[in-house]
């Protein structure tokens, strides 16, 4: 039992990340990652929404036919993204000032219902919802590191406006690494995205060989 | 299992869709009014601080309801009046310049001698960390419009330093702050070429 919620929790952090191994999500991920802050927003609120949607899909998946289920899927994830637009609109409004361009985002991201599909239809609400978090955190990791990274070279700065987000307490976040800094403007454009994700893939590959070059070194000399 | 039998059934997966879709749109307007009078509240107090901004000191009406509408050079534009006992001593209207990458929407309040209050850019799409720097949070650049007019400085100095005028560029991006100064420049015309109507002063006090 222990071993399946640590296979899920490996997954959606390392082996089967969204954005490192199953390359979703890339179109959000590329216009919001030109800093870390940004990255870090946008992963809250899409490990907020994963959660919410895989477990619905989950608690509903005995009465949904495979013949209907992406329009319903959709219909339910649709629906629940608006709510949570709303509701933040209306009664969080200065968090809403700062997510709200990531909550519309939040619906043209395939992640979502990629989840849904794979994974909540056809397992319990309590594994689905541990998949949700799982897959959420490992997409706000992701997107942090890649936010961080194109910051550093874009601007210099690592965390700028994080007060913004998370509220003042955070403000000792914000650091500049290199002072007095021109700027370099292709890493905070898109083209800097798709350069920054394409190296940060390949070194997740290395890593990954290494690891099982090393396993099958151990099991050899066993 | 009887579900599974009828999982399967054409007539199960009509109802199921239109059942579901019946279902998020009653969930969805339901929400849309619980939460309707809350969002345009948090939006009315949201547009009266960023008005507040450009209004220093203390005014006796309620702007938001104190408006008047003025064919501008481009389309109409919403001015906002503020007055002390009845009488108006400043008032505040949009103005859109166009910047490197679209539109850059600005709010200025003027006083009733014609001069700047204070200018906040309101929303623009200027590349980040470069153009950005007109916003308050970014840089002091937009503060050097308080307390100018037309005339200080005069009509040919209202541009950027490149331009042979008086105010600051960045480096690596004229465009931007150009249409800010541009804009705001065209916004003290308005208030010159309206000024009775703007003040409330054509007819008598009302």
Known sequence: MNEKYARITRDGLWDNNVVFAQMLALCPLLAVTSSATNGLGMG????????????IISSVRQFVSPEVRIPVYIVLIATLVTLVDMSLNAWAHELYKVLGLFIA????????LGRAESFASKNSVADAALDGLMMGLGFTAS?????????????????????????????????TIVPEYKGFL???????????????????????QRRAARIALIAQEA | MKLEELRGKLSYQGILLGGAALLTSALLSFFSQATEADIKAAEAADLKQSLSQVLPGEYDNDLLKDTVTLPGSQDEVLVYRARRAG????????????????AILCVMGVSREGKILGVRVISHKETPGLGDKIEPARGDWIHAFEGKYLGDPPADKWAVKKDGGVFDQFAGAT????????????????????????????????
């Open chain 2, 87 to 102: 009488k108006v001593e400043a008032v505040v209207y949009r103005v859109t310049g166009y910047g490197y990458s679209g």
């Open chain 1, 143 to 175: 997107l942090v590191l890649i936010g961080g990274v194109r910051e550093i070279f874009g601007s210099g700065t690592l965390f700028a406006n994080a007060h913004l987000l998370l509220g003042p307490a955070f403000a000792f976040l914000e650091t």
């Open chain 1, 186 to 208: 292709l890493m905070i454009l898109p083209p800097g995205g798709f350069m920054v994700v394409g190296l940060l893939l390949a070194a997740k590959r290395v890593l990954d």
């Open chain 2, 175 to 206: 465009i931007t702050p150009r249409a800010v100064v541009k804009a705001v420049k065209g916004g003290l015309e308005f208030f010159d070429s309206n000024k009775a109507k703007l003040l409330d002063e054509a007819g008598g006090v009302k």
């Open chain 1, 44 to 55: 809250l609120a899409t490990t907020t929404v994963l959660l919410l949607s895989n477990i």
């Open chain 1, 105 to 112: 985002l939040i619906v043209v991201n395939c992640a979502i």
